[in-house]
């Protein structure tokens, strides 16, 4: 009698998972850094709500803001300063940008680098 092996075996599965548990273990590396763009974006925001409208507005109180922001939210990079505050044409506002890179180290040599650019308009 012939037989005839059927279904995949051991080393197969090998080939076939590792690339899966690569991909993986890249998202949960990168996780955390993604989670902090997104407490910087929402810090961003807030103060831009909160000085909405107002005509005194200055760099130093945008600053102030933010710096009260990222404790609150825990966040330890960018730093203030890091953020560029420049002013906008005509209306008198200001632009908020937060362009930056983070890093999640995979291996012993690999990492992933992320770039972010984050821009809120305060009038």
Same mark, same amino acid.
């Given at each position: 009698? *012939?037989?005839?092996?059927?279904? %995949? ?14 991909? %993986? ?22 103060? +831009? ?31 203030? *300063? ?7 044409? $005509? ?6 940008? +937060?362009?930056?890179?983070?890093? +999640?180290?995979?291996?012993? $040599? ?14």
């Amino acid at each position: 009698m *012939r037989s005839r092996q059927k279904g %995949i075996t051991f080393i197969g599965w090998i080939f076939l998972l590792a690339p899966l548990a690569i991909v %993986i273990f890249a998202a949960i590396k990168i996780t955390p850094v993604y989670l902090n763009y997104m407490k910087v974006a929402k810090a961003m925001n807030q103060v +831009a709500e909160d000085n909405q409208g107002e005509s005194s507005v200055t760099q130093q109180t945008l600053r102030i803001g933010l710096q009260s922001r990222f404790d609150i939210e825990d966040v330890d990079y960018p730093v203030p *300063r890091d953020i560029t505050m420049t002013r906008e044409g $005509g209306e008198g506002g200001w632009v908020m940008r +937060a362009e930056y890179d983070d890093e +999640a180290s995979l291996f012993s $040599g690999i990492s992933l680098q992320v770039h972010f650019d984050k821009s809120v308009v305060v009038k």
